[in-house]
C-alpha cells in the first residue's frame, strides 16, 4: 500500500464521484480506479459499491476510512518527526481561520511561537467558518480555527475561548434604548456561512428585530468601516472591536438581550495525532488566553 492510494481512496470517499476526486488529487481518471483497485485486491475487499449513476461505500470501505484517517495522520507525525532538529522545532503549518480569529488572536499567537521557534513556516487561508471547515474536512489546512458548529461527522470541534457578540453604532448616531428602536434600520453584515452571520440571524429571530436594508461584507474590518461612517448597525465579535471602542470610535448598544455567547474552536479531521508543531501552536495559544 502506498499513501498515494491511500489519499486517493480518502478524496473518493469524500466525494463519491471518480472525476471530482481525479481533478482534487491531480490525476488522471484511469489512476483513480487504478489506486482503488489496488487497495481493494490487497485487502481482498470490495470499498465502493458502482452503478452507472452513482457510487456507494461498503461497510468495508466506510471500516477502512476510519482506518485511513488514523494512517495519514500517524504517517504525518512520523514524517514530522524524522525532519525535526534535537531541541528544535521545525516546518509547515497550514492553518484555515475565520476572519475574527484569524485577524485579532492569531496574529498574537504566531509572532511568540515565530518568536521562540524561527524554523515553523506558516500559511494562513482565511475565509468564513463553513469553508474553513470544508478546507480541514478535505487536508486542504492542517488545522482551522471558527466559531460556531457544523454538522460534519469528518471533523471535531475543540472549544478554547468564549467569545461575546454585541450590537454596534457609530457614536455620531444616537445610541437606542429599546429593542423597538433596532426595527427597520439598516445593518451591516457578515455572509451566510460566516459564524458571525449565525449569531446576527439567532439575534434578530429570538430578539423579533424587523430588518430594514441590509449590506453584506465579507470581513469584519469592512463592516467596522462602514458602520464607523454612521452606515448603520452591526453585531460583531467583542473581541474584533476592542481597540475600536477604546479610541471611542465605536459604541455598545446595551439593551437587555442584544447578547450572544459563542465558542471560538479549532477544528481537526477526526483521528488526526497531533504532531509536535501543531502542539505547540495549541499550547501557544493557550498561553496567549
Known sequence: ????????????????????????RSLSQPTVSVHIQNLEREFSTIFFKRTTKSLHVTPEGAFFY??????????????????????????HIRIGTSFTIGEYILPQVIARLRNDYPLIDFS???????????????????????????????????????????????????????IADLHNQTWVIRE?????????????????????????????????????????????????????LKEKKLQIVDIEGLLEERSFSYVLTKGTVLGRNLTLLLSYLEKEL
Open 66 to 91: 476510519e482506518q485511513a484517517l488514523k494512517m495519514k495522520a500517524l504517517y504525518k507525525q512520523t514524517k514530522e518527526t524524522f525532519y525535526q532538529k534535537q531541541y528544535q522545532a521545525e516546518g
Open 124 to 178: 494562513i487561508t482565511m475565509g468564513n467558518s463553513d469553508s474553513i471547515i470544508e478546507a480541514v474536512r478535505t487536508f486542504e489546512v492542517d488545522i482551522g480555527f471558527v466559531e460556531g458548529e457544523t454538522p460534519s461527522k469528518e471533523v471535531v470541534l475543540t472549544p478554547f475561548q468564549k467569545d461575546q457578540l454585541r450590537v454596534v453604532c457609530s457614536v455620531a448616531k444616537a445610541k437606542p434604548t429599546t
Open 192 to 244: 451566510p456561512g460566516s459564524g458571525t452571520r449565525s449569531s446576527f440571524d439567532h439575534l434578530v429571530k429570538s430578539n423579533h428585530i424587523q430588518l430594514g436594508s441590509t449590506i453584506v461584507f465579507s470581513s469584519t474590518h469592512g463592516i467596522k468601516e462602514s458602520i464607523k461612517n454612521n452606515l448603520g448597525y452591526a453585531f460583531l465579535s467583542e473581541a474584533a472591536i476592542e481597540h475600536e
Open 1 to 24: 500500500m502506498h499513501m498515494e492510494e491511500l489519499e486517493t481512496f480518502i478524496v473518493l470517499v469524500q466525494e463519491k464521484n471518480f472525476t471530482k476526486t481525479a481533478l482534487k
